[in-house]
């Protein structure tokens, strides 16, 4: 996406680090938010669309996290998520929830990790917040979980309201997928990783309304 296509937001002077940012489906839920974002990949991401890093994130997140106001990770779902075993053997991928969570607790800066809900089940992560795309009024199912270093808490939203012709229930093609989720700078193929902007905007303003009550 070019910057100049960029949505319009009111900034907040805060800036975010997005580990394992992929695409940026997360980092433009913080930048709707008001936050300047930089992410960090292993992986090219060429059509990330704000200030990028090709790098390991943990080794990133230890030597630079501490310069930023938030710390966000979202650490390689493949060992936990169901999908892996309809598709490929989980152990071949790296287990980085409990080392992203210490890194990121170093910084001394408020965090938050993004996981799949299966990392919840299994006592990895403590799901402080768990949202799914019909929460946010969007057509489609896509459940995640959110530990932060705050915990729970604040407004909620509402259930999940899982109806007949909802995407990932009847499909209608990747690109649908994506655009429904928000995510319509990405393709198709990078879009099958991300996450829908909205979950981050709304985790993003309740840490901004934490932030003003405890500064008030």
């Known amino acids: 996406m070019n910057a100049r296509l960029l949505p319009l937001r009111k900034p907040n002077g805060l800036r ?5 940012c992929g695409a940026g ?3 433009m839920g913080y930048y ?3 936050f300047d974002v930089t992410g960090v990949d292993i992986a090219p991401q060429p059509n990330y669309p704000f200030t990028f890093h090709q790098a390991d994130g943990l080794d ?6 501490h310069t930023f106001d938030l710390v966000h990770g979202s650490w390689p779902c493949e060992r936990y998520a169901t999908v892996t075993r309809w598709r490929g053997n989980p152990g071949d ?3 980085l929830i409990g080392p992203g969570r ?8 408020p965090w938050v990790m993004e996981n799949v809900p299966e990392t919840a089940a299994a006592g ?5 917040y768990l949202l799914c795309g019909t929460q946010f009024g969007l057509n489609l199912r896509r459940h995640r979980g959110f530990e932060t270093s705050w915990g729970g808490g604040g407004d909620l939203v509402p259930p999940c309201w899982h109806r007949k012709g909802l995407l990932a229930f009847d499909h209608k093609g990747e690109r649908a997928y994506a655009d429904a989720m928000g995510c319509t700078w990405m393709t198709s ?8 902007p909205a979950y981050t905007h709304w985790i993003a303003t309740q840490y901004l309304a934490l932030e003003r009550s405890t500064a008030a």
């Not at 990133?60 to 996290?65: F, L, P, S, V």
């Not at 210490?102 to 800066?109: E, F, I, N, P, W």
């Not at 193929?189 to 829908?196: T, Y």
């Open 16 to 20: 975010v680090l997005d580990l394992c």
């Open 25 to 27: 489906g997360l980092s």
């Open 32 to 34: 709707l938010a008001g």
């Open 60 to 65: 990133y997140a230890a030597r630079h996290g």
């Open 93 to 95: 991928h790296p287990d």
């Open 102 to 109: 210490q890194v990121m607790q170093a910084t001394g800066r």
């Open 124 to 128: 990895l992560l403590r799901p402080d």
């Open 189 to 196: 193929l990078e879009a099958r990783k991300a996450v829908p």
